[in-house]
């Protein structure tokens, strides 16, 4: 999840950096008196633009595709249970999850704590 966030902060870090170096790139064009350089200070300004309108793009791309991945991940549950004394717990669904791998001990009983069942829940659409 923390990962994720990171990620999601880069994503949104890059456009901006692009923008600022456009920024100032269309400004030392400005204030360069060869036109040469001038000019293609310019033409870098441009391209650093569409390089951060790029990485814009591809940033809320990704960002929309862990969304939709954090919600079908919210879908699946997995039942946890314990062998000895029944004791029956649910949560979200983790990677590696899989039905009878042993989890752990049972916090009542100590017996050992399986996984009993993973099952999709109906997703619930917000939009
Ligand atoms: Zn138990």
Redesign the pocket.
């Known amino acids: 999840m923390s990962s994720g966030t990171g990620a999601r902060n880069a994503l949104l870090a890059a456009p901006f950096i692009a923008l600022i170096a456009s920024l100032a790139l269309f400004m030392l064009s400005i204030f360069y008196q060869d036109e040469e350089i001038s000019n293609l200070l310019t033409v870098a300004s441009i391209a650093t633009l569409f390089t951060a309108w790029w990485l814009y793009f591809l940033g809320r791309r990704a960002y929309e595709k862990e969304k939709a991945a954090e919600e079908a991940r919210g879908a699946v549950v997995t039942v946890l249970q314990?062998?000895?004394?029944?004791?029956r717990e649910e949560r979200e669904f983790k990677e590696g999850d899989y039905v009878f791998k042993k989890v752990g001990e049972?916090a009542?009983?100590?017996?050992a704590?399986i996984i009993s069942a993973i099952y999709a829940r109906p997703l619930e659409r917000k939009r």
């Open positions: 314990c062998e000895k004394c029944g004791f049972c009542k009983c100590g017996g704590w």
